[in-house]
């Protein structure tokens, strides 16, 4: 029988402030989960989204949007982008499901009849971004002391689960198990600065919003969402529901995986409801470090582009996919920068695996007519090459049973330095030159190839996609099985090689750093310019431009609209969007920047009536200051079409 392996990432809130950190959890569990795929294990990869709590009720309501449309619409973006980065998830569940809403609350009424939850007063610290309560003593400076923002504070009847009771066990199962917390650094964070400080028992119900699960038998009080939330790892297999045959066969979770800011619900609350509910722990809870944006959490970046769909278009979806793997020490911080990401991909996959695919298999073409030669006549360097190649899967697969990620990637460019190395020890142009040589050089080639059937085999959890072209330019047209295929020696001669097109474009790093920085400006402007913040087509999506909270008649009051005229207009030379013109506004003369130039030549704006916002502050775009807006909109077809008076009138004229 199969092996099972279940591996979760957290649950994302539905915010839509997907970035590059974001997709970092989910892309590592992806290469995990297809890693184990391949070596026959059967496999549940678990994902999906956190959507109770004051949080998202709160970005609803500013979005002027009924809570679940809004994250109805979010939960879509993400899914998109998950489908774009190839992730494998066996299941998405979402914990608006009705079956995950019934489960939490026999859950909740399970531990409530069991003594485990009692009723009484919450005085407290509450971070609503983090959703998490806080004693006085534990706030920073009077701040959370996870995120370091302000914290309300909250006085109400609240349910209350005995956290308090499993403290010592909780205490026992990470000193005696050191593999339940990895890295070990965590251990020793939950030990210190929770667990041996003292635990208090969790309030885990509020009553001040409506957005969550009714407590069951209490439909004044809402269940703490953290608590919802840390359940869906169970109640997406069916536990507590009539079909709970996936729980049967699929917990305890093998890895639990996540960043390190919420590695205490899951080491503390979420083993203490556990334990109370009589179920058994998950193996192991991982905390990652974060990707970093100069010192922080990546959330906002200026120069950097941290669009995971931008990045994937303009790079390809593999160049994004290894960039996280590779580049983030697992467990610990990595910085993101355009200039790190645009390296990794000129030095790894252009410059060595690129090249030893173009190489390898343009030879074949070259000599041999495109049908691979069988290997018949050893020689030097060929032991060194082959070694390597052999030892490749276990070295792997150990680093991934370690959860060491890079490292594993790191074996397979060794193997693929390995090889390049050995095109320039073997000198396969010159032995072409000799006809006696002729099976040496069919040997070399075999061997070339045969290396890159394995790499292209050994990819195939991290780089789906790029190893689907590896082995189909060389004639493997079925996805390979994994430990057995990677033995060196398999090809038999015969196959059908093409030559094979770049894997990766290879970039004046230079150059492209000015077009990411252009890139980056233009994102930056369109969102100053107010035509939305919209970077990609999914962001399009998440944050539709018309929602906006309700204003007072005397807010709008304070907008000037008035009518102008074009007099002059040029383009902006480092902006790609960008117009600048020059508008007469009742005589007055206005410089205005404006991201029209996709739709509009300069030439055919001069004489045009604008309708311009005259009273907005100036504002630096791409170095010119604009003085205002003219207002647009966008036709079905994304043509910037402008907003206007029905017939020509007087320049200065007021719009209302
Ligand atoms: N909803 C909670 C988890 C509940 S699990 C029962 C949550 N969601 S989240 O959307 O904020 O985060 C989802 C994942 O993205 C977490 O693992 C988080 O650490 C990860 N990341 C978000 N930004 C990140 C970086 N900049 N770098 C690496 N991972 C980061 O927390």
Not at 48 to 75: L, N
Not at 101 to 106: N, P, Q, S, Y
Not at 225 to 236: G, M
Request: hydrophobic share 40%; net charge neutral.
């Amino acid at each position: 029988m199969k092996q099972k392996f279940y591996i979760t990432t957290p649950i994302y809130y539905p915010s839509g402030k997907w970035h590059l950190g974001t997709c970092y959890t989910t892309v590592v569990c992806d290469a995990l989960a297809r890693f184990k795929r391949m070596q026959g294990f059967d496999v549940f990869y678990l994902t999906g989204t956190d959507e109770h709590g004051q949080k998202i009720e709160k970005v609803a309501k500013a979005a002027a949007m009924p809570t679940k449309e809004y994250v109805d619409m979010q939960v879509n973006s993400l899914i998109k982008i998950w489908d774009l980065l190839n992730i494998s998830y066996d299941k998405f569940i979402r914990t608006t499901d009705k079956y995950h809403e019934d489960a939490v609350k026999k859950i909740f009424q399970k531990l409530f009849d069991k003594g485990d939850i009692y009723k009484s007063e919450y005085e407290g610290w509450y971070c609503t971004p983090c959703e998490a309560f806080w004693t006085k003593t534990q706030l920073k400076d009077g701040k959370c002391p996870d995120c370091g923002r302000e914290v309300e504070l909250t006085k109400e009847s609240s349910y209350f689960f005995r956290l308090s009771k499993y403290q010592d066990r909780l205490i026992e199962l990470i000193e005696s198990n050191p593999e339940f917390l990895q890295p070990k650094s965590r251990q020793n964070e939950m030990l210190n600065n929770f667990l041996k400080a003292g635990l208090q028992d969790l309030a885990v119900s509020r009553t001040s919003f409506k957005w969550g699960i009714e407590v069951p038998f209490d439909s004044e009080h809402i269940i703490y969402v953290w608590i919802d939330a840390l359940s869906n790892y169970i109640t997406a297999l069916g536990f507590m529901s009539e079909d709970d045959s996936l729980f049967r066969k699929f917990w305890p979770a093998d890895v639990h995986m996540m960043g390190k800011e919420i590695i205490r619900f899951h080491s503390i609350i979420w083993p203490a409801l556990l334990m109370a509910l009589d179920v058994p722990l998950p193996k192991k809870v991982y905390g990652h470090g974060w990707l970093l944006f100069g010192s922080d959490k990546i959330s906002k970046s200026k120069g950097n582009i941290i669009d995971p769909v931008i990045l994937s278009e303009r790079y390809k979806v593999d160049a994004v996919r290894y960039y996280l793997l590779r580049e983030v020490p697992f467990g610990q911080d990595g910085a993101f920068t355009n200039y790190t990401f645009l390296s990794r991909i000129n030095s790894d996959l252009c410059n060595s695996l690129g090249n030893l695919l173009s190489r390898s298999t343009a030879m074949v073409e070259q000599y041999f007519g495109g049908v691979l030669p069988q290997r018949s006549e050893d020689g030097e360097f060929d032991g060194q090459l082959i070694e390597l190649v052999n030892g490749l899967f276990e070295k792997v697969r150990d680093n991934m049973d370690k959860l060491l990620v890079p490292e594993a990637l790191a074996e397979i460019w060794q193997v693929v330095s390995r090889a390049n190395k050995y095109i320039d020890e073997t000198l396969p142009w010159v032995l072409s030159k000799d006809a006696a040589k002729r099976d040496r050089l069919g040997t070399v080639l075999y061997n070339l190839i045969e290396t890159l059937r394995i790499v292209g085999t050994a990819l195939m959890p991290f780089l789906p996609d790029t190893a689907q072209k590896i082995l189909s330019d060389i004639g493997i047209k079925e996805a390979p099985t994994f430990e057995d295929s990677m033995t060196f020696g398999k090809l038999k001669g015969g196959e059908t090689i093409t030559k094979a097109q770049p894997l990766f474009q290879r970039m004046d790093i230079n150059k492209e750093l000015a077009e990411m920085d252009k890139l980056a400006e233009q994102l930056a402007a369109t969102k100053e310019s107010g035509k939305g913040a919209e970077q990609t087509k999914v962001a399009a999506e998440q944050e539709p431009k018309d929602i906006k909270p309700e204003i007072a008649y005397d807010d709008f009051a304070k907008m000037e609209l008035r009518t102008g005229e074009v007099l002059s207009c040029e383009k902006i030379k480092r902006s790609e969007k960008l117009l600048k013109l020059t508008v007469d506004v009742a005589g007055e003369k206005r410089t205005i920047v404006s991201g029209i130039a996709k739709s509009f030549s300069p030439e055919e704006m001069v004489g045009k009536q604008v309708v311009v916002v005259c009273k907005l502050k100036p504002a630096k775009l791409c170095g010119e200051l604009s003085q205002g807006m003219i207002l647009c909109t966008e036709d079905e077809q994304g043509n910037i079409v402008l907003v206007n008076a029905e017939k020509k009138v007087g320049t200065g004229s007021v719009v209302s």
